[in-house]
């Protein structure tokens, strides 16, 4: 064989074979000049110029430090995008995101008749769970939608204050939303009157921690008031009104100064309520005002669309009549005017039926008088059980004929309105009615009249001097911190609490004293207390210390399962200190463990008082002491700081 026959083409395949793999390294590093080009285009476009492309044959190796594990994702998408995502290597970092500030943690709950709904972003490390089940606690059967989110980042300053805060307020009320960002909770609610208006108000304000920004913004519905009324008087004293409801601003102004130009002196304001029967109630009694004061005086009563003109006994016939027919052509659509000139009665020589209630502030009632039948006597009897619940009821009564029709209702009427007041007297004739005494509800005298109107009719004659005295106002009477903690002191007097022997478990026979102060507490919303634990000198320092700190912790817990507000209090275990008594003796050192409450005084102030110490009036030099303890202790707290190792 010869030898060119081999060589030739074994020539001719390596001159292929070299051909085929310089194409190959050609194609190869075209394709891959192209990819680097494509994928760094991308990036360049979405803004990623912290991500460097490098080609490794038919791979792409993305490498750099992606600012968050976000944008990282993003760069490594974006190139798979351009090519194959199984040719992209990831070499990414992610820089460190402990510089990285945390996100804006809130929360906004939302509450009403159908449920709660609670969304958000919360700490990853606050117990959920807890708190959606508190929230659960609170909306009782009805659901609780919970779309919250968390985050692993620290826990703000004031997170817990303003949480702690914004489910009490939640609790309180049940048409609200409520929204907590870390010290500041925004509250916007509905509440059904006015006066529960005032009571909300006091309640969070007081129970509010020092350190968070409260908003408050509760509205009260207008009142509606059914007969929708207004009785003015105008007799030797001047004008006055017992009852003045108007539908808008401009029509309480009318109104009031109309009476103003008919003699009233006094300052007067109109409630604003819901019910009026036109829209031209303002004029209609306005024009009424006026005819009362040009015949010289009398009762003006308009009660819905019927007005009552009743004048002075001896009022001219003429000028009443005169005066009578021009208010009634000059009234409004839809109102109607009953005008009465009265006549001297002729007294009898017994003088005029009476049946008297009164009231004692003792809550004794009295009824006495004159009665139609024995159904009317039982009949006042069980109403005034009734109306008065278990006060010691005293009958006085007589059955006598020939009495005024209508008798019944007055009497009846008479009773419920003696049921407006603290103490005081009804005396019902057959002509008038005259209610006496004094109330701790401002508007009394209102709805005493309009309670008459309604009952009797808006002719009716009566007198309502009621005095309104802030002492038997339950929101005004109020007691103030200084009280409440004069009231524990009381309390605990002659107990105290108790544990069981080396622990935080409160003893039993405590746990009835524990009840007692609870009572107290749930009546004084803007408490802001400290409670203080100490212990006897036996045992480490330490050990003492924290031992105190669970047991103030466990009588905080124990007040919280009792319903009392505890979001102003705050517990303090000071151990060993502030001994009240000798630690050598056995009797000293069980004086010496004890609990102590404590105002936490505003900022500045320096001195705390203990409920003992409310009830003794410790003198000056005692006081000065106790106050610089209770500065040393406040020194020692902050330096250990809020959490504190169970024992």
Same mark, same amino acid.
């Given at each position: 064989m010869r030898l060119s026959t081999i060589l030739i083409p074994a020539l001719a395949f390596l001159i292929a074979a070299v051909t085929s793999v310089f194409a190959a390294r050609v194609a190869v590093s075209a394709v891959e000049s192209r990819s680097v080009i494509g994928v760094r285009s991308a990036l360049a476009d979405e803004g990623i110029a912290w991500a460097n492309v490098l080609g490794d044959g038919l791979q792409l190796v993305l490498e750099g430090e992606a600012p968050s594990e976000a944008l990282r994702f993003r760069a490594i998408s974006l190139a798979g995008t351009v090519v194959d995502a199984s040719r992209v290597i990831d070499n990414l970092s992610v820089a460190d995101i402990a510089g990285i500030a945390p996100p804006d943690f809130a929360i906004e709950i939302l509450r009403n008749d159908v449920g709660i709904s609670l969304i958000g972003l919360m700490p990853a490390s606050e117990d959920r769970d807890a708190l959606v089940a508190e929230i659960q606690e609170i909306a009782g059967d009805k659901p609780v939608t919970d779309l919250l989110e968390v985050a692993d980042y620290a826990v703000p300053a004031d997170w817990g204050d303003s949480v702690a805060f914004a489910l009490d307020a939640l609790d309180r009320l049940p048409r609200s939303k409520v929204s907590v960002v870390p010290g500041r909770v925004s509250v916007t609610a509905i509440s059904d009157s006015v006066q529960q208006k005032r009571v909300l108000e006091i309640e969070l304000a007081g129970a509010a921690p020092p350190e968070v920004r409260v908003a408050l913004d509760i509205a009260a519905p207008r009142p509606v008031i059914s007969p929708f009324t207004v009785r003015f008087i105008l007799d030797e004293a001047g004008g006055r009104f017992t009852a003045c409801a108007a539908d808008t601003e401009e029509a309480a102004n009318r109104i009031i100064s109309a009476a103003a130009a008919a003699g009233m002196q006094n300052r007067a304001s109109c409630v604003l309520a819901l019910g009026?029967?036109?829209?031209?109630?303002?004029?209609?009694?306005?024009?009424?005002i006026g005819a009362l004061a040009e015949i010289g005086g009398g009762t003006l009563t308009v009660s819905d669309a019927d007005i009552s003109l009743?004048?002075?006994?001896?009022?001219?016939?003429? !000028?009443?009549?005169?005066?009578?027919?021009?208010?009634?052509?000059? $009234?409004?659509?839809? %109102? /109607?005017?009953?005008?009465?000139?009265? &006549?001297?009665?002729?007294?009898?020589?017994?003088?005029?039926?009476?049946? *008297? /209630?009164?009231?004692?502030?003792?809550?004794?009632?009295?009824?006495?008088?004159?009665?139609?039948?024995?159904? !009317?006597?039982?009949?006042?009897?069980? %109403?005034?059980?009734?109306?008065?619940?278990?006060?010691?009821?005293?009958?006085? +009564?007589? *059955?006598?004929?020939?009495?005024?029709?209508?008798?019944?209702?007055? *009497?009846?009427?008479?009773? /419920?309105?003696?049921?407006?007041?603290?103490?005081?007297? *009804?005396?019902?004739?057959?002509?008038?009615?005259?209610?006496?005494?004094? @109330?701790?509800?401002?508007?009394?005298? /209102?709805?005493?009249?309009?309670?008459?109107?309604?009952?009797l009719g808006p002719t009716a004659e009566f007198e309502i001097e009621v005095e309104y005295v802030e002492a038997l106002d339950p929101i005004a009477a109020l007691p103030t911190p200084e009280e409440c903690l004069e009231q524990i002191g009381i309390v605990t007097g002659a107990r105290k609490i108790t544990f069981d022997p080396g622990s935080a478990t409160i003893a039993g026979d405590a746990l009835a004293l524990v009840d007692d102060i609870a009572e107290v507490l749930r009546r004084c919303p803007e408490l802001?207390?400290?409670?203080?634990?100490? +212990?006897?000198?036996?045992?480490?320092?330490?050990?003492? $210390?924290?031992?105190?700190?669970? &047991?103030?912790?466990?009588?905080?817990?124990?007040?919280? +399962?009792?319903?009392?507000? @505890?979001? +102003?209090? &705050?517990?303090?275990?000071?151990?060993?200190?502030?001994?009240?008594?000798?630690?050598?003796?056995?009797?000293? &050192?069980e004086a010496n463990r004890r609990i102590e409450f404590r105002l936490i005084q505003p900022e500045g102030a320096v001195e705390e008082m203990t409920g003992l110490e409310a009830v003794e009036a410790a003198p000056a030099e005692e006081a000065a002491e106790t106050a610089e303890a209770a500065e040393t202790a406040e020194t020692e707290e902050a330096g250990e700081g809020e959490g504190t190792e169970s024992e």
């Open positions: 009026v029967p036109s829209t031209t109630w303002g004029e209609a009694v306005d024009l009424s009743v004048a002075r006994e001896g009022t001219a016939e003429g !000028l009443f009549e005169r005066v009578a027919g021009e208010l009634e052509n000059a $009234l409004p659509e839809v %109102f /109607a005017l009953e005008a009465v000139l009265p &006549r001297p009665p002729e007294a009898g020589a017994e003088g005029p039926p009476q049946f *008297v /209630a009164t009231l004692s502030p003792e809550g004794l009632v009295q009824l006495r008088g004159r009665v139609s039948d024995d159904l !009317l006597n039982t009949t006042a009897e069980n %109403f005034a059980r009734a109306q008065f619940g278990e006060a010691d009821i005293t009958m006085g +009564t007589r *059955v006598t004929d020939g009495l005024p029709a209508g008798w019944t209702v007055r *009497v009846l009427a008479g009773i /419920a309105a003696l049921g407006e007041l603290s103490n005081g007297a *009804v005396v019902v004739e057959p002509d008038s009615v005259a209610i006496t005494g004094k @109330t701790g509800n401002p508007d009394a005298t /209102a709805e005493i009249s309009r309670l008459l109107i309604d009952k802001r207390i400290e409670i203080a634990g100490f +212990t006897d000198a036996q045992g480490s320092e330490g050990g003492n $210390l924290r031992l105190s700190q669970q &047991r103030s912790e466990a009588v905080l817990t124990a007040l919280r +399962t009792r319903r009392v507000p @505890t979001s +102003t209090f &705050r517990a303090v275990g000071y151990g060993e200190a502030d001994p009240i008594a000798d630690n050598e003796t056995e009797e000293g &050192r």
